[in-house]
């Protein structure tokens, strides 16, 4: 607890080049716990036989992804569409060069 009242009044203190060594610290610490936790539970389950926890497993709802994507690429399909039919509004003038028919004729 004292490491995040230091990064709390660093942090007050606009002292960041602290604050951040102090929050490298706390999260160092924060994982080596947890990294010691899952040692102590794998172990139990390999060498004392102890069933595995049901860890509840998150869904990923993938639906509302799909559907971004969807739009995403039908918004990109109706822009190429509308270049392509800004490029055909464009009206072409007749080569009215004749050097080039003499240079046929010839």
């Not at 160092?28 to 069933?51: F, H, M, P, R």
């Not at 971004?68 to 039908?74: G, L, M, P, Q, S």
């Amino acid at each position: 607890m004292e490491n995040i009242e230091q990064l709390i009044q660093q942090a007050a203190d606009k002292d960041y080049a602290a604050a951040n060594t102090t929050f490298v610290d706390i999260m160092n610490q924060k994982l080596a716990d947890t990294l010691e936790q899952e040692k102590i539970k794998v172990s139990g389950q390999i060498y004392n036989g102890l069933e595995p926890e049901d860890e509840e497993q998150l869904e990923l709802d993938l639906d509302d992804e799909e559907e971004e994507v969807a739009a995403t690429d039908e918004t990109e399909a109706t822009d190429e569409t509308e270049s392509e039919e800004d490029e055909d509004d464009v009206e072409v003038e007749p080569d009215t060069d004749e050097s080039d028919e003499d240079a046929e004729e010839s």
